[in-house]
């Protein structure tokens, strides 16, 4: 079972960027499909983007493309989440997640494993 820690989150002003950062227990983090969730207060989880194992397929939704880049070194069992022109609306606890499951996907249900969040706070 791999066990995934965020970090990198904070209090950014609107405009400005953070990197996230999730790093992974287990040497086989090549073989996992990785994904960002968000979830602001009395909201649902919200899909943000998507990795491949190679890395050389990614997925993002339309909110946060061309703002947001998932990237990751398997050689550091680590994803990455860069985030530029942050917005306001993009204050929430980010997750990163695990799948077993070949592909990319947008639904929750699909990881199999969740670290415990990270809050990312832009102030307007």
């Known amino acids: 079972q791999v066990q995934l820690v965020e970090s990198g989150g904070g209090l950014v002003q609107a405009g400005g960027s953070l990197r996230l950062s999730c790093a992974a227990s287990?040497?086989?983090?090549?073989?996992?499909?990785m994904g960002w969730f968000r979830q602001a207060p009395e909201k649902e989880r919200e899909f943000v983007a998507a990795?491949?194992?190679?890395?050389?397929?990614?997925y993002s939704s339309d909110s946060v493309k061309g703002r947001f880049t998932i990237s990751r070194d398997n050689a550091k069992n680590t994803v990455y989440l860069q985030m530029n022109s942050l917005i306001s609306e993009d204050t929430s606890v980010y997750y990163c997640a695990a799948s077993e499951t070949y592909g990319l996907f947008i639904e929750a249900d699909r990881y199999d494993y969740w670290g415990q969040g990270t809050q990312v706070t832009v102030s307007s």
């Open positions: 990795i491949s194992r190679d890395g050389g397929r990614t």
């Open positions: 287990e040497g086989t983090y090549s073989s996992y499909n």
